[in-house]
C-alpha cells in the first residue's frame, strides 16, 4: 500500500474540503470532488441529469487531476488489497475503501477516466446486492423496463433506433441492473454507446429480458435458465479476475434468469419489431 | 544551330496510367505525369531522331503551334527531363539501353 | 505523388506491390515474423510470369525483399527483369552480401532506392537482434559501397525492447553515411499467428519516452497533440492502402493485402494477378470497410489520426476491431484513452466455474 494512499484513506484523516459533483446512478450517489472549476463544470456536463440530484452521497472520491506517477499500461487493472479495491490503467490510478466509503483518484482532465472508474465502483456495489452492469439496451414501455442484450453487432443500437416515441430509451450500451426487495429494476445511465447519447435519469421495474438477433422476420423464443445464465454472463461488465467477484457474478445472473422473463429475440431492423416487445 | 539528339535514359521507371505516362527518375527520385506533348516527345526519344524533326514532323504537324515556340518549349523540357537524369541528351545520336515498356491495359 | 494515389484509387489500380523473393534469410532477427525454411520459393521463371502481369496490371512501385533476397542465386536476374519492365525498385536487404560488384550493379540497374534494416549503432546491440556475428560491421560496409556507387540509401530503425535506446545513435550513423532514417516501433506476430515475438515490443513507459524525443520525431508538440474531431470524411474514409492500390505477395504466391495483413486472398500460381486482384472475394471484403464499419474505432476520438493497421487488427481476431498496438501508440502519443481500451477495461468471466454453479440451481425449489 502506498504512503499516498495511506494518508488519505484513514478513518482519522480530515474529510476534503474541495467543492465537488455528486453523479448519481441506479440510486446510488457517488460525490466526485475535485478542487478544479474546469473538471468539475465538466462533469457536469458529461452526466446532464444523472448530476447533483441529491446531497447524501453513499460515497466520495477525491480527485487529483495530475498524470499519474508510475503510469501503468493501457489494460485495465482492478485487484482486492485485503479491504481496499484498486483500479489502475495508463490514464489513472484509484483507491476505493467500501467501508470507509471513501476514494480517492489520480488521473488527468478527461472523462474517460472518471467514466471508467465510476463503471468499475458501481459493477462492485452492484455485485454485493445480486445486480448488475451489461452491455445492453433498455428502455421504458407503459412503466415496466426491458433489456435488449447481445454481442456487438447484435442489434442493441438497431433495437434503440426503432423505439417508437411513447417508448423511454435508456441506454443503447450500458445497462444498470440493480435487484431490490421487490425485485428487479433497470436504471439509465450515462455511459452513451454508437447513439452517443446520454442517457435517460429513469428506473422502471424489469419486465423482461431479450437476446438479440437480426432476421427476417420476429419471433420470441423461450430459453432455458442455464442458457439464459450463459448467455447473460458473456455481456455481462466484469473487471476483475477475483473469485469471490465471480462468484457474486454468478449467483447475481443465475437468480436474475430465474425470476425475470427471458426470452431469445430474433427481430426484423425495422419498426414492427417493436410490436413484439412487453 | 547544332542537333540535339534525346534518348530515354535507363535510370527510369515508367507506366502508362489512364492514358498518361508517369516516370519516376532513379536519379533523384522526382515523379512525372507527361503531358500530351510531353508524350510525343518522351516516345519518340530513341537516341536516333534529331530534336528539331520530332519538334517538326510530331508537334506542329499534331498541334496549331509555330515551329520556334515549339523548338524552345520542347528545348526547355528536354533541359528539365535532362536535369532530373531522365533523358540524355547529346549532340551525337545516342544507343538505348533498356527499352521502356509502353503497353496501357487501362486505356 | 498524392495525385498519382488518387488516380489509382479512382480507377482500382494497382499501384505499389510488395513482392517477397524468399523467406530465406542469412540472419535471424529475434523479432523477425517469417518462417525461414523454403517451402517451395516460386522459380525465376514463375517470378518473371508474374512480374509481366504486374507490369500489364499497371504496378509502378514494387519493393523486392525477403527474408533476404540476395540469398537467391538469381536475384540480379528478378531485379534485371523488373527494370526492363520500367518498374520502379526499391530493394530492401541487409547488405551483409552487399560488395563493390553488387552496389555498382544495383546502380547500373537504375534501382531507385534501397532500404537496409539497422539496429543499433552500436555492434554488440545490432548483432544480438540479428544473431549474426559481425553483421553490423559488415551491413555498414555494404551501404558504404551503395553510397560510393551513388544509390538512394534509407536505414529502417525497427525500436523494440533491445535497442529503443540507441534510436538517436542510428539517426546518426544515417547521417555519417549519407543515408536517410526512418523509425517505426512496430513488432508484427509471425504470419502463423503465433505472438511470442511480441515480448520485444518496447513496453509503455519507454514508448513515452520514444514518442516524446525531439531527437526522433520531428515534431514533438505536433505528433503528439490531441486528435482534432471526427468529422464524416474520416467516418467514410479508408482505413489504409491495402488492398486499394496496394498489395502483398509471398515466395509461394500467396496474394495478401499487405505483409502485415495475413489474410489469404488467391494464389497466383494458380489464378492471374488481374483476376485476383478484381475479383478476389477476400479483397472485395476488405475494400468494403470505412471507418464508419469498425466495431469499436468508429467511436474512438482517435479515428483521424491512428496508425491502425487493419492487418493487426486482423491478427488479433477481427479485422474491423481494434489494434491493441495501435491503441497503445495513440495513447501513449497523446495522453487521450481510445475506445479500444475502453472495450477493454472489462475482461471475460471465467466460464470454466459454470459447471460447478449448475447443480445449485438445479437443487433450488
Redesign the interface.
Known amino acids: 500500500m502506498s504512503a499516498e494512499s495511506l494518508a488519505l484513506i484513514s478513518a482519522t484523516s480530515p474529510v476534503s474540503t474541495a467543492a465537488g459533483v455528486t453523479v448519481e446512478i441506479g440510486g446510488i450517489p457517488i460525490l466526485l470532488r475535485s478542487d478544479d472549476a474546469e473538471f468539475r463544470w465538466m462533469v457536469e456536463q458529461r452526466y446532464a441529469s444523472f448530476v447533483n440530484t441529491c446531497f447524501e452521497p453513499r460515497y466520495q472520491f477525491e480527485i487529483d487531476l495530475r498524470p499519474p506517477a508510475e503510469p501503468s499500461d493501457e489494460d485495465a487493472h482492478v485487484t482486492r488489497d485485503g479491504r481496499l479495491w484498486r483500479f489502475e490503467r495508463g490514464d489513472f490510478r484509484a483507491e476505493w475503501d467500501p467501508q470507509l466509503c471513501r476514494g480517492w483518484v489520480r488521473q488527468t482532465p478527461n472523462p474517460y477516466s472518471i467514466d471508467t472508474i465510476l463503471r468499475i465502483v458501481h459493477s462492485l456495489v452492484l455485485a454485493e446486492e445480486g445486480g448488475f452492469l451489461v452491455h445492453a439496451a433498455s428502455a421504458v414501455r407503459s412503466g415496466s423496463a426491458y433489456i435488449f442484450t447481445g454481442v456487438s453487432g447484435a442489434g442493441k443500437t438497431t433495437i434503440s433506433r426503432l423505439a417508437p416515441e411513447n417508448v423511454a430509451v435508456l441506454t443503447d450500451e450500458i445497462s444498470y441492473v440493480r435487484r431490490g426487495r421487490n425485485g428487479y429494476r433497470a436504471y439509465g445511465t450515462p455511459f452513451a454507446g454508437e447513439l452517443a447519447r446520454v442517457g435517460e435519469n429513469l428506473s422502471a421495474p424489469l419486465g423482461a429480458l431479450y437476446f438479440l438477433e437480426k432476421g427476417p422476420a420476429n419471433r420470441l423464443e423461450p430459453i432455458d435458465d442455464a442458457t439464459a445464465a450463459r448467455l447473460l454472463l458473456r455481456n455481462i461488465l466484469f473487471f476483475a479476475h477475483d473469485d469471490e467477484l465471480v462468484k457474486l457474478v454468478f449467483d447475481a445472473a443465475f437468480e436474475f434468469v430465474s425470476n425475470v422473463p427471458v426470452f431469445r429475440f430474433v427481430f426484423t431492423p425495422d419498426s414492427r419489431a417493436w410490436d413484439m416487445v412487453g | 544551330m547544332s542537333e540535339k539528339y534525346i534518348a530515354r535514359s ?6 502508362v ?2 492514358g498518361e505516362i ?1 516516370i ?1 527518375s ?1 536519379i533523384d ?1 522526382t ?1 512525372f ?1 507527361l503531358s500530351e506533348v510531353a508524350t510525343i516527345i518522351w516516345q519518340a526519344a530513341d537516341g536516333q531522331t534529331p530534336l528539331s524533326e520530332i519538334v517538326h514532323k510530331r508537334i506542329c504537324a499534331e498541334f496549331d503551334v509555330s515551329p520556334e515556340e515549339a523548338y524552345r518549349d520542347a528545348e526547355a523540357f528536354v533541359e528539365d527531363l535532362a536535369q532530373h537524369g531522365i533523358l540524355r541528351v547529346s549532340s551525337k545520336p545516342l544507343e538505348i539501353d ?4 509502353l ?1 496501357d ?2 486505356a | ?1 498524392q ?2 494515389n488518387r ?2 484509387l479512382r ?1 482500382g ?1 494497382p ?1 505499389s506491390v510488395h513482392l517477397d523473393v524468399t523467406y530465406r534469410c542469412n540472419e535471424r532477427c529475434e523479432h523477425c515474423y517469417l518462417d525461414h525454411d523454403d517451402h517451395g520459393e516460386m522459380t525465376t521463371g514463375e517470378i518473371r510470369g508474374l512480374l509481366d502481369q504486374l ?7 514494387l519493393t523486392l525483399s525477403g527474408g533476404e533476397p540476395l540469398v537467391r542465386r538469381d536475384c540480379f536476374e528478378i531485379i534485371r527483369y523488373a ?7 526499391k530493394f530492401k536487404t541487409n547488405a551483409v552480401m552487399i560488395r563493390e560488384r553488387e552496389a555498382r550493379r544495383l546502380r547500373a540497374l ?4 534501397v532500404q537496409i534494416s539497422v539496429y543499433s549503432h552500436r555492434p554488440e546491440v545490432h548483432d544480438e537482434i540479428t544473431k549474426l556475428p559481425g553483421s553490423l560491421k559488415r551491413t555498414v560496409a555494404g551501404i558504404r559501397l551503395l553510397k560510393a556507387a551513388g544509390l ?1 540509401v534509407t536505414l529502417a530503425n525497427v525500436l523494440m525492447r533491445a535497442n529503443f535506446e540507441d534510436g538517436e545513435g542510428v539517426r546518426l550513423l544515417a547521417a555519417e553515411l549519407g543515408a536517410h532514417y526512418t523509425v517505426d516501433p512496430t513488432v508484427t506476430p509471425m504470419m502463423d499467428g503465433n505472438t511470442s515475438v511480441l515480448r520485444h515490443r518496447i513496453p509503455a513507459g519507454s514508448l513515452r519516452t520514444v514518442f516524446h524525443d525531439p531527437n526522433l520525431v520531428e515534431d514533438v508538440e505536433s505528433f503528439c497533440a490531441p486528435p482534432a474531431p471526427v468529422d464524416d470524411d474520416i467516418r467514410e474514409g479508408l482505413p489504409c492502402s491495402a488492398g486499394h492500390t496496394a498489395c502483398y505477395i509471398s515466395p509461394y504466391g500467396d496474394l495478401y493485402p499487405c505483409v502485415q495483413f495475413p489474410f489469404r486472398c488467391g494464389s497466383v500460381r494458380r489464378e492471374r494477378f ?1 483476376d485476383l486482384w478484381q475479383n478476389s472475394p477476400q479483397l472485395a471484403e476488405v475494400r468494403s470497410i470505412r471507418g464508419k464499419d469498425l466495431t469499436t474505432c468508429s467511436s474512438c476520438s482517435h479515428l483521424g489520426t491512428c496508425t491502425r493497421c487493419p492487418g493487426l487488427a486482423y491478427m488479433e481476431g477481427d479485422m474491423r476491431g481494434p489494434s491493441s498496438a495501435d491503441c497503445e501508440k495513440s495513447f501513449v502519443r497523446t495522453g487521450i484513452v481510445t475506445a479500444g481500451m475502453i472495450a477493454r477495461e472489462t475482461t471475460a468471466i471465467p466460464m470454466a466455474g459454470l459447471v460447478q454453479i449448475k447443480p445449485l440451481i438445479q437443487a433450488s425449489p
Open positions: 535507363p535510370a527510369v521507371a515508367s507506366r496510367l489512364d508517369v519516376m532513379a527520385s515523379l505525369s533498356i527499352p521502356v515498356v503497353e491495359s487501362w | 505523388m495525385d498519382l488516380k489509382a480507377l489500380i499501384l507490369a500489364e496490371a499497371g504496378v509502378f512501385f527494370r526492363s519492365l520500367g518498374f520502379n525498385v537504375g534501382v531507385e532506392q538512394k488481374l
